[in-house]
C-alpha cells in the first residue's frame, strides 16, 4: 500500500497503480466510515409513550385479547376510532415482546411416563386397533387385537366394522374369560381406548388402565409391532373382499403366528409354548440336543453354554424404569 500511496502522489492514475503494485483498486480506495454514529432524530408521527400505552391497553383488553390486530383494527374503525395503524400495532407488541399468544392458554402437567413390566403370562395385557383395506377405496374393517405382553400371545383377535367401545368390550370380557383377568391393561388414547364403556368394565373388574402418551407410538411397542409384521408378512392381502374374507384371514395368521412362529423376543419360543408353559421343557430338549451336537464335534463349539438368543427374559417391560425401585411391577 505504502508503494501504491507514493505512485498516486507522483501523480499516477489510481488504475495504472493499482495495476504495478497489485493492489485492487478498491481496497486501495476504500475510506473506512468515521466511528462515530449520527444520531438519528425522531420520526414525526411517532407514537408518544401514554399513545403507546393506550395501544397496547386496547390490544390487551378482554375483547380484543384473542384478535389478531388485523381484526382489532378493522373493528375500531367500525367503532370510530382510529389509533395507529396495523403495522404499528405490531412495532408496539414487539417492543413489548408480545408478538405471540396474547390468550391465557391453559398447561398441562407433563404426562407421567407408563412404566410396566411382567414376571409371566396373564398379568398385563396391551390392545389396540389396526386398519384392515376392504373391497373398495376408502372402505376399511377395524381389527380388534389384545397382546400378552410376557408371551407375545395373541389372547384376542376380532375383526368388526366399526370401531366401538362396546365392540371392545365385548372382546375383553370373552378374552378375560378364556386367558383370565389381568392386573394391567395398556393401550394408547384411542376412544374406543378411553370409552366409559371400557373403563366402567376394567373398573368393576379391578382391573388397572394404562395409557400411552399423546403421540408417543413407543409407549404401545407390543401392539404397534405386531401390526407391523401382520401388514408386512408376504401373504397380507392388498384388499379383503369382505368382512368374513378378512376374519378368516386374521384367524388363520394369528394361529400360525401363536403356534408355529418363533419368537426372538421370548427364546425362539412359539408364543403359546411361553404362554402356556411348555418353554420350559422345550429348553431342556434343545439342551439336550446342542450337548450331543457338541459331543460329536467339539471344534465347532467355541463354549458349553447355549446361544443367548435361547434364553428366555425373565420380565417384558413398557417403559423399562431406570430405577428397579421405581418400577410399577404387575404381579
Same mark, same amino acid.
Given at each position: 500500500m505504502?508503494?501504491?500511496?507514493?505512485? &498516486?502522489?507522483?501523480?499516477? /492514475?489510481?488504475? =495504472?497503480?493499482a #495495476?504495478?503494485?497489485?493492489?485492487?483498486? +478498491?481496497?486501495?480506495?476504500?475510506?473506512?466510515? +468515521? /466511528?462515530?454514529t449520527?444520531?438519528?432524530?425522531?420520526?414525526?408521527?411517532? @407514537?408518544?409513550?401514554?399513545? =403507546?400505552?393506550?395501544?397496547?391497553?386496547?390490544?390487551?383488553?378482554?375483547?380484543?385479547?384473542?384478535?389478531?390486530?388485523?381484526?382489532?383494527?378493522?373493528?375500531?374503525?367500525?367503532?370510530?376510532?382510529?389509533?395507529?395503524?396495523? /403495522?404499528?400495532?405490531?412495532?408496539?407488541?414487539?417492543?413489548?415482546?408480545?408478538?405471540?399468544?396474547?390468550?391465557?392458554?391453559?398447561?398441562?402437567?407433563?404426562?407421567?411416563?407408563?412404566?410396566?413390566?411382567? %414376571?409371566?403370562?396373564?398379568?398385563?395385557?396391551?390392545?389396540?386397533? %389396526?386398519?384392515?383395506?376392504?373391497?373398495?377405496?376408502?372402505?376399511?374393517?377395524?381389527?380388534?387385537?389384545m397382546?400378552? $405382553?410376557?408371551? &407375545?400371545?395373541?389372547? *384376542?383377535?376380532?375383526?368388526?366394522?366399526?370401531?366401538? !367401545?362396546?365392540?371392545?368390550?365385548?372382546?375383553?370380557?370373552?378374552?378375560?374369560?378364556?386367558? *383370565?383377568?389381568?392386573?394391567?391393561?395398556?393401550?394408547?388414547?384411542?376412544?374406543?381406548?378411553?370409552?366409559?364403556t371400557?373403563?366402567?368394565?376394567?373398573?368393576?373388574?379391578?382391573? @388397572?388402565?394404562?395409557? +400411552?402418551?399423546?403421540?408417543?407410538?413407543?409407549?404401545?411397542?407390543?401392539?404397534?409391532?405386531?401390526?407391523?409384521?401382520?401388514?408386512?408378512?408376504?401373504?397380507?392381502?392388498?384388499?379383503?373382499? /369382505? $368382512? !368374513?374374507?378378512?376374519?378368516?384371514?386374521?384367524?388363520?395368521?394369528?394361529? *400360525?403366528?401363536?403356534?408355529?412362529?418363533?419368537?426372538? !423376543?421370548? !427364546?425362539?419360543? #412359539?408364543?403359546?409354548?411361553?404362554?402356556?408353559?411348555?418353554?420350559?421343557?422345550?429348553?431342556?430338549e434343545?439342551?439336550?440336543?446342542?450337548?450331543?451336537?457338541?459331543?460329536?464335534?467339539?471344534?465347532?463349539?467355541?463354549?458349553?453354554?447355549?446361544?443367548?438368543?435361547?434364553s $428366555?427374559?425373565?420380565?417384558?417391560?413398557?417403559?423399562?424404569?431406570?430405577?428397579?425401585?421405581?418400577? %410399577?411391577?404387575?404381579?
Amino acid at each position: 500500500m505504502r508503494t501504491y500511496r507514493d505512485l &498516486r502522489a507522483a501523480g499516477v /492514475s489510481t488504475r =495504472q497503480a493499482a #495495476t504495478l503494485t497489485g493492489v485492487p483498486r +478498491s481496497t486501495a480506495t476504500y475510506k473506512p466510515r +468515521s /466511528s462515530t454514529t449520527l444520531s438519528r432524530p425522531a420520526p414525526a408521527n411517532k @407514537l408518544s409513550s401514554w399513545e =403507546q400505552a393506550r395501544v397496547l391497553a386496547t390490544l390487551n383488553d378482554p375483547r380484543f385479547v384473542d384478535l389478531p390486530p388485523v381484526q382489532v383494527f378493522a373493528q375500531l374503525l367500525d367503532e370510530d376510532t382510529y389509533y395507529c395503524s396495523i /403495522s404499528t400495532m405490531y412495532q408496539v407488541l414487539r417492543h413489548n415482546s408480545m408478538v405471540r399468544d396474547r390468550r391465557r392458554l391453559a398447561t398441562h402437567p407433563a404426562r407421567t411416563v407408563p412404566e410396566l413390566v411382567a %414376571t409371566g403370562p396373564g398379568q398385563v395385557y396391551t390392545w389396540d386397533i %389396526t386398519k384392515l383395506p376392504g373391497p373398495v377405496r376408502g372402505r376399511y374393517f377395524d381389527c380388534y387385537v389384545m397382546i400378552d $405382553i410376557y408371551s &407375545r400371545y395373541i389372547i *384376542g383377535a376380532h375383526v368388526h366394522n366399526a370401531e366401538t !367401545g362396546a365392540l371392545a368390550e365385548e372382546m375383553m370380557k370373552e378374552v378375560f374369560t378364556i386367558h *383370565g383377568t389381568p392386573h394391567v391393561v395398556h393401550a394408547d388414547r384411542g376412544t374406543s381406548m378411553t370409552s366409559k364403556t371400557v373403563a366402567t368394565l376394567l373398573a368393576d373388574l379391578e382391573v @388397572l388402565r394404562s395409557h +400411552s402418551r399423546p403421540r408417543v407410538s413407543n409407549d404401545n411397542p407390543y401392539s404397534e409391532s405386531w401390526f407391523k409384521t401382520l401388514k408386512f408378512a408376504p401373504v397380507f392381502p392388498e384388499r379383503f373382499a /369382505s $368382512i !368374513g374374507h378378512a376374519r378368516e384371514f386374521i384367524n388363520d395368521f394369528v394361529d *400360525g403366528y401363536n403356534h408355529t412362529h418363533r419368537h426372538s !423376543g421370548i !427364546g425362539l419360543n #412359539t408364543p403359546a409354548d411361553v404362554h402356556y408353559g411348555l418353554a420350559a421343557a422345550k429348553a431342556e430338549e434343545r439342551a439336550a440336543t446342542l450337548d450331543k451336537a457338541r459331543a460329536c464335534n467339539p471344534e465347532r463349539f467355541t463354549t458349553n453354554n447355549d446361544p443367548k438368543v435361547l434364553s $428366555i427374559p425373565d420380565a417384558a417391560w413398557i417403559n423399562q424404569p431406570a430405577k428397579p425401585d421405581d418400577k %410399577t411391577v404387575a404381579a
